[in-house]
């Protein structure tokens, strides 16, 4: 029996402790004060969408104009709203872990999803957001940049900041042309349509990737999606480098942006599975498609090796393509997978080319992928292959 006593004591002592030491961090957030910063974030994004600037400061403290509400005036959107992940309350103050989700209207067929941490104050019974900034390693908003300048294409929609409408208007333009380019290469199954962002320098295009500047130094675009995505994935956004795309000539800017354009259409079927080299020189196959270049316009780097005796023994792998490596290297591998896609077009057909993109994307796991798809597809086998490319380089470019 005294035994029990003390032990009960002993579980009693332990739930008062831990009563004491969640009081000194901070009361635990209520179901109601939850449901409470829930509805304040409810009339902030429905403020957002109804461009109701007086409702939007009303839900801040300070209750003035808020910088990104007008950044974001011009952007079409077709939906913005909050999910409440986390609250963590003390007092009169907290902090909350927030999803927000926005489609841009007639371009996003789900929401795009941007991780934001908001702190916010309580006065007179009512919370207000005090700041809503990216969460810890998460990716800065174009908006959040400086105003969005919109431009409008026929198949593409352009967002800038500190940029012109002139050249946001050449943007579209190269876009318009790109999207009916990537249609007849690889088929109309893709939304045939593009969003464009165009920051106002390399530093920008960093914040908008969440990645070091000093990686996509030179890089002219990259495109952000989700790879293997479902037709309800959100949009892709091709991301330019102001930077490095402003040396270029009109023909290497409308290569870039073709380029880019086919990793929007090719994005359902390119998947784990899918080597760098098929899904980058398929991308330059259809950027360089039908403009008249000869390889060695195109592969000078490449050129080089051959000519010097240096032919590849293997296809390039996904290593040789990182952007912090070397120059030379990294331009040889973009080279060797455009010579790849552009033997098979040569030797098979583009249809037997589009057909083996597809099934190696279609592949559950890397491995096997593009063995399989060789051997369905084109009949061969990699060995096979590996050395017709290497003559077929040696044909092009010695």
């Avoid at 079409?76 to 209207?105: C, F, M, N, Q, V």
């Avoid at 999803?113 to 390693?137: C, H, M, Q």
Wanted: aromatic share 8%; glycine share 10%.
């Amino acid at each position: 029996m005294a035994g029990r006593r003390r032990a009960s004591r002993a579980v009693l002592s332990l739930v008062l402790l831990l009563a004491v030491l969640v009081g000194c961090g901070g009361r635990a957030p209520s179901d109601t004060t939850t449901a409470e910063v829930q509805r304040v974030l409810d009339k902030r994004a429905a403020a957002v969408l109804d461009r109701d600037e007086p409702a939007y400061r009303a839900t801040g403290r300070p209750a003035t104009a808020d910088t990104e509400f007008g950044n974001l005036r011009d952007v079409p959107l077709a939906s913005w709203s909050y999910h409440l992940t986390a609250l963590h309350r003390s007092g009169d103050r907290a902090t909350a872990d927030a999803e927000l989700r926005y489609r841009i209207k007639g371009y996003d067929t789900a929401p795009v999803t941007a991780a934001r941490t908001l702190r916010l104050t309580r006065g007179g019974g009512t919370w207000y957001v005090a700041s809503d900034e990216p969460a810890e390693k998460a990716t800065e908003q174009l908006w959040e940049q400086g105003a969005v300048t919109v431009v409008r294409g026929e198949h593409s929609l352009v967002l800038g900041v500190g940029q012109s409408g002139e050249r946001l208007r050449a943007y579209a333009d190269l876009a318009d042309h790109a999207v009916p380019a990537v249609s007849e290469a690889w088929g109309a199954d893709w939304s045939r349509h593009v969003v464009v962002l165009v920051p106002k320098s390399l530093q920008a295009m960093a914040g908008l990737l969440g990645a070091p500047a000093s990686g996509y130094r030179g890089i002219a675009a990259v495109t952000t999606g989700e790879a293997g995505g479902s037709a309800r994935a959100p949009a892709d956004r091709i991301i330019v480098n102001p930077d490095a795309y402003s040396v270029l000539g009109d023909f290497g800017k409308q290569v870039v942006l073709t380029h880019e354009t086919t990793h929007v259409a090719t994005r359902t079927h390119t998947t784990a599975a899918t080597p760098l080299w098929l899904s980058e020189g398929y991308a330059d196959w259809v950027g360089y498609r039908g403009s008249g270049r000869t390889a060695a316009q195109v592969a000078p780097e490449l050129e080089r090796a051959v000519v010097e005796g240096h032919v590849p023994a293997a296809l390039p792998e996904d290593k040789d393509f990182g952007f912090t490596g070397d120059a030379a290297r990294l331009a040889q591998a973009y080279e060797g997978g455009w010579m790849a896609c552009r033997l098979i077009a040569d030797r098979w057909g583009e249809v037997r080319l589009n057909d083996f993109y597809r099934a190696v994307g279609d592949h559950e796991k890397r491995a096997g992928a593009v063995e399989g798809a060789l051997r369905d597809v084109l009949h061969t086998t990699p060995e096979k292959f590996t050395e017709q490319w290497r003559d077929y380089l040696r044909a092009q470019l010695g």
